[in-house]
């Protein structure tokens, strides 16, 4: 990795993913791609060049690989799970035709390119208890859709045209510095909020619906481990399951009251949010990253609360 352009650089793992690459590899040039309405704004726009990359606009993409000599291209555009629901075509539009405007691009200029699958590529006939790497994917969501036809579509440049395709299935992300928008695991990132705030949290998913999840950092390394990894270990590429922590809202909820003991949460479940958890796996089996590229996190529940805790509370001025 050398010149890489990061399309969705101000999303919940764009904004992360930019600095994070800039910080490590400073002698690489990492374009912040980004479509008007989301412009990049302080570190992320004055530490290095920023980009309109809209990826429904292939010349456009073709342009900025050509000016800056990309090398890699981090796919990070979506619209997420409920998002897709509601706006099934443009989810489409942007998760597949922006995709092949990406794989063209790169088949042209000898790009690799990541862009991530989801534990939303699984449906309800997958088995939902520590869900192998190879097995039924038959997702009933727009999201799920769109991610196992990225799968197969990344797949497909990679055996018929020797593109460098590579990938992981994401848990839900927990973070603090972006929000995300319009998933179904968002509930992990929104409760902190309201904890910190002290404010009831109004959960939209039941109790005893299992999520695999993992924190930002860990989701981060394995983006940029996957890239630098040799690919001659790989078995598979498109797409490896990485897990890291599965809880359902109770088990979240109580992690955080060892350190918010007041914390209060109601439910009201969203019926189109539940159907997609329902449909997805409580755990994954990341077996295969761990053998193939040496995949391992560094944060279970417990690491996770106390840090997202803190650093919450830094951001949004609150004291202890
Ligand atoms: N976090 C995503 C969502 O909930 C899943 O990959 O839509």
Redesign the pocket.
């Known amino acids: 990795m050398k010149n890489i352009l990061v399309i969705g650089s101000t999303g919940q793992i764009g904004s992360e993913l930019t600095m994070k690459l800039r910080r490590e590899v400073p002698e690489s040039t990492v374009v912040a791609g980004y479509i008007p309405g989301f412009e990049p704004k302080g570190e992320l726009l004055t530490s290095g060049p920023a980009e309109v990359a809209d990826v429904c606009n292939r010349q456009q993409l073709a342009d900025i690989v050509e000016k800056y000599g990309i090398d890699t291209i981090y796919n990070l555009a979506a619209l997420?799970?409920?998002t897709a629901e509601k706006y099934p075509l443009k989810a489409w539009d942007i998760q597949m035709n922006g995709l092949l405007n990406i794989l063209e691009i790169a088949r042209e200029k000898h790009c690799a390119v990541f862009t991530p699958s989801?534990?939303?590529s699984f449906g309800p006939s997958t088995p939902h208890d520590n869900t192998p790497q190879d097995t039924i994917q038959r997702p009933t969501s727009m999201?799920g859709v769109t991610k196992v036809a990225t799968e197969l579509l990344s797949d497909y440049y990679n055996t018929k045209y020797g593109v460098d395709t590579r990938s992981v299935r994401?848990?839900?992300?927990i973070s603090y510095t972006t929000l995300?928008g319009?998933?179904?695991?968002?509930y992990a990132v929104e409760v902190f909020y309201a904890a910190v705030k002290g404010e009831e949290f109004v959960c939209p998913i039941a109790p005893g619906t299992y999520m695999d999840m993992m924190y930002m950092p860990d989701a981060l390394q394995a983006a940029v481990d996957i890239m630098n990894a040799d690919p001659k270990c790989f078995k598979h590429r498109n797409s490896f399951n990485i897990a890291a922590m599965s809880f359902e809202p109770e088990e979240i909820f109580a992690a955080i009251r060892k350190y918010i003991p007041g914390l209060k949460v109601r439910y009201e479940v969203d019926p189109v949010r539940q159907k997609?958890a329902d449909s997805w796996p409580n755990k994954m089996d990341d077996t295969c990253a761990r053998e193939e590229w040496g995949w391992c996190e560094k944060y279970g529940l417990d690491e996770m609360v106390r840090d997202m805790i803190a650093n919450l509370r830094i951001k949004l001025g609150i004291a202890e």
């Open positions: 997420l799970s409920a989801s534990i939303g999201y994401f848990p839900g992300l995300p319009g998933g179904t695991t968002d997609i």
